[in-house]
């Protein structure tokens, strides 16, 4: 692909937020990508947290970590799970981070006695982050997504930014509004004043949108593009319908259909006569949506009122069915609901139980009454962080008879506290960012399930986010009763990967797996617990059979 100076495309949203920028942007980034191109994404957020990583997920949903250990917004999940390119604590930017290296600067003198003000300082710096990416991984394409709507007081300042860098870059830089046309089913017709009115308060900050992205659910006729086209001062063909998918892996398809790419490429004054390799991608979609299997797993966790706090886990099973041939519906149960005495008739149809990564002790027991049930019940199981520290209190209890085990996180007076605070952690005060966060390695033992299903590796590296650690002191109980570590820090010792003896899939991870799940690269972990799952026979299957 020929050089020419990196190309910034803005993403700002109107009429109501969580329409979608993320997935536009993503998509977006997909067929430039498959066009040949190098594109990152960058999402920046308006709040004043430093980051999401203190924010409780009912707040803000899932928080994704990165390898080199920032906690950042959802979305960046999304860009590395469409573009398979890891992203970086540079891809997330918040209003907080922005302050804080302003203020910082000017504590240093930097700004020489100056009035700090929000223009030029504070638009300054939110500029240098615009430029960033360019400058340390020479894109063609950096695409910026911009939190919040048009009209929000806290998204003016990274608006008044979008004016200046479109004035200092020209044509080097484009502006992509994502808007709402509602349908009213009194009328039966969908209604263009609500964007015309998002677009006015765009121009009067001084942005003029060059294209239009209208989400929708249903078809956008041409009457509707024109109008929209003659009142908001965009060109007819840069009026693009965002129709409702059934799945966020088919809107790159239907963006490639309405010729977004194309369209950014001639507004920026780039060639058109490459035609995006899409072909891998639709190979995927045609598994997705067409499976031969259906299997139902269980997500036990205390946050499954808001599925978007496990966002990247149900990801994963997508990645995971597709690769299978399979689709995966995930029944969603609160580790607050569930007991010794109702967990059998939850689990029922259930070939699979993931229980999920979280902090502090609320609904703690019945994470462990699911694992006993799935440890005696040979169903397979996979503990995620949390969920793999619940599996090692659940086997000290009820197999080692150490009845009080527990984690010092939530007992901190237990007899036996089988998974403990890492000693570096213990002179932790400050809450953001002071986990152990990012990506590790992992030496794998030797003939392990675990390194079959990594193919043979010898070392991974996986991305975590915790504070407590199984206690070393108890390994050796463990081990001698058939709960084995087959996965460890090669240098600390840290037991990152257990696996039981005596069952066909029971595997407990100190990491995130979650956050490398790609549609490229499924996570191996998902892709072989969904073909467990495939093979394990429900109780009410195995009845069947033997009356057969």
Same mark, same amino acid.
């Given at each position: 692909m020929?050089?020419?100076?990196?190309?910034?495309?803005?993403?700002?949203?109107g009429v109501t937020?969580?329409?979608?920028?993320?997935?536009i942007s993503?998509?977006?980034?997909?067929?430039?990508?498959?066009?040949?191109?190098?594109?990152?994404?960058?999402?920046?957020? %308006?709040?004043?947290?430093?980051?999401?990583?203190?924010?409780?997920?009912?707040?803000?949903?899932?928080?994704?970590?990165?390898?080199?250990?920032?906690?950042?917004?959802?979305?960046?999940?999304h860009?590395?799970?469409f573009?398979?390119?890891?992203?970086?604590?540079?891809?997330?930017?918040?209003?907080?981070?922005?302050?804080?290296?302003?203020?910082d600067?000017?504590?240093?003198?930097? =700004?020489?006695?100056?009035?700090?003000?929000?223009? %030029?300082?504070?638009?300054?710096?939110?500029?240098?982050?615009?430029?960033?990416?360019?400058?340390?991984?020479?894109?063609?394409?950096? /695409?910026?997504?911009?939190?919040?709507?048009?009209?929000?007081?806290?998204?003016?300042p990274?608006?008044?930014?979008?004016?200046?860098?479109?004035?200092?870059?020209?044509k080097?830089?484009?502006?992509?509004?994502?808007?709402?046309?509602?349908?009213?089913?009194?009328?039966?017709?969908?209604?263009?004043?609500?964007?015309?009115?998002?677009?006015?308060?765009?121009?009067?900050?001084?942005?003029?949108?060059?294209?239009?992205?209208?989400?929708?659910?249903?078809?956008i006729?041409? *009457?509707?593009?024109?109008?929209?086209?003659?009142?908001?001062?965009?060109?007819?063909?840069?009026?693009?319908?965002?129709? *409702?998918?059934?799945?966020?892996?088919?809107?790159?398809?239907?963006?490639?259909n309405?010729?977004?790419?194309?369209?950014?490429?001639?507004?920026?004054?780039?060639?058109t006569?490459?035609? %995006?390799?899409?072909?891998?991608?639709?190979?995927?979609?045609?598994?997705l949506?067409?499976?031969?299997n259906?299997?139902?797993?269980?997500?036990?966790?205390?946050?499954?009122?808001?599925?978007?706090?496990?966002?990247?886990?149900?990801?994963?099973? /997508?990645?995971?069915?597709?690769?299978?041939?399979?689709?995966?519906?995930?029944?969603?149960?609160h580790?607050?609901d /569930?007991?010794?005495?109702?967990?059998?008739?939850?689990?029922?149809?259930?070939?699979?139980?993931?229980?999920?990564?979280?902090?502090?002790?609320?609904?703690?027991?019945?994470?462990?009454?699911?694992?006993?049930?799935?440890?005696?019940?040979?169903?397979?199981? +996979?503990?995620?962080?949390?969920?793999m520290?619940?599996a090692?209190?659940?086997?000290?209890?009820?197999? +080692?008879?150490?009845k *009080?085990?527990?984690?010092?996180?939530?007992?901190?007076?237990t007899?036996?506290?089988v998974? *403990?605070?890492?000693?570096?952690?213990?002179?932790v005060?400050?809450m953001?960012?002071?986990?152990?966060?990012g990506?590790?390695?992992?030496?794998?033992?030797?003939?392990?399930?675990?390194?079959?299903? =990594?193919?043979?590796?010898?070392?991974?590296?996986?991305?975590?986010?915790?504070?407590?650690?199984?206690?070393?002191?108890?390994?050796?109980?463990?081990?001698?009763?058939?709960?084995?570590?087959?996965?460890v820090?090669?240098?600390?010792?840290?037991?990152?990967?257990?696996e039981?003896?005596?069952?066909p899939?029971?595997?407990?991870?100190?990491?995130?797996?979650?956050?490398k799940?790609?549609?490229?690269?499924?996570?191996?972990?998902f892709?072989?617990?969904v073909?467990?799952? +495939?093979?394990?026979?429900?109780p009410?299957?195995?009845?069947?059979?033997?009356?057969?």
């Open positions: 020929s050089s020419f100076p990196t190309k910034y495309i803005f993403v700002t949203g937020s969580s329409l979608g920028k993320g997935i993503a998509s977006l980034a997909k067929l430039l990508q498959a066009r040949g191109y190098s594109v990152t994404i960058q999402k920046f957020d %308006p709040y004043i947290n430093i980051d999401p990583g203190t924010l409780n997920p009912y707040e803000h949903g899932e928080c994704f970590v990165t390898d080199d250990g920032a906690e950042t917004d959802l979305d960046l999940g860009y590395e799970r573009l398979n390119i890891p992203t970086s604590q540079a891809n997330n930017v918040t209003t907080g981070r922005v302050y804080q290296s302003v203020i600067k000017e504590r240093k003198g930097d =700004y020489l006695g100056k009035t700090v003000q929000v223009i %030029p300082h504070i638009t300054d710096e939110i500029k240098n982050r615009f430029r960033i990416l360019a400058k340390s991984g020479n894109y063609n394409f950096v /695409i910026t997504e911009i939190g919040g709507t048009v009209g929000d007081i806290e998204s003016l990274y608006i008044e930014a979008v004016r200046q860098m479109k004035w200092e870059h020209g080097d830089c484009l502006n992509i509004h994502l808007t709402l046309l509602p349908y009213l089913h009194t009328t039966g017709e969908l209604k263009t004043k609500p964007t015309q009115h998002s677009v006015k308060s765009l121009l009067e900050y001084g942005v003029q949108p060059d294209i239009l992205v209208c989400r929708s659910i249903c078809p006729d041409e *009457d509707i593009r024109q109008k929209l086209a003659r009142f908001c001062n965009v060109a007819q063909e840069a009026v693009i319908e965002a129709i *409702d998918a059934r799945t966020i892996y088919e809107v790159p398809v239907l963006m490639e309405e010729k977004l790419d194309e369209v950014v490429l001639k507004k920026l004054g780039l060639p006569d490459t035609i %995006p390799d899409m072909k891998s991608w639709k190979e995927f979609l045609e598994h949506s067409h499976p031969k259906l299997i139902r797993v269980a997500l036990v966790g205390k946050y499954v009122e808001l599925k978007d706090s496990y966002k990247s886990i149900s990801e994963s099973f /997508i990645h995971a069915g597709a690769s299978n041939d399979a689709k995966v519906e995930i029944e969603w149960i580790s607050e /569930i007991t010794e005495e109702t967990v059998a008739k939850q689990f029922e149809g259930i070939r699979g139980v993931v229980v999920a990564p979280g902090f502090g002790k609320r609904g703690i027991e019945g994470k462990i009454a699911a694992i006993k049930y799935a440890r005696e019940n040979k169903i397979p199981f +996979l503990g995620i962080c949390l969920g520290q619940c090692v209190i659940e086997f000290g209890r009820n197999v +080692l008879g150490f *009080d085990a527990h984690s010092t996180e939530m007992n901190p007076a007899s036996h506290a998974i *403990d605070l890492q000693e570096a952690q213990k002179k005060t400050r953001g960012g002071t986990m152990r966060l990506s590790y390695p992992c030496s794998l033992k030797e003939g392990s399930k675990v390194q079959q299903i =990594y193919h043979g590796a010898k070392e991974i590296n996986e991305r975590h986010r915790h504070r407590y650690e199984f206690n070393n002191e108890y390994l050796g109980d463990f081990e001698k009763a058939g709960m084995k570590a087959v996965g820090h090669p240098e600390a010792g840290l037991v990152e990967i257990i039981l003896k005596d069952h899939w029971f595997i407990g991870v100190q990491f995130h797996p979650e956050y799940s790609t549609v490229a690269n499924p996570h191996p972990l892709v072989d617990f073909k467990a799952g +495939l093979q394990y026979k429900t009410q299957e195995a009845v069947k059979k033997e009356k057969v």
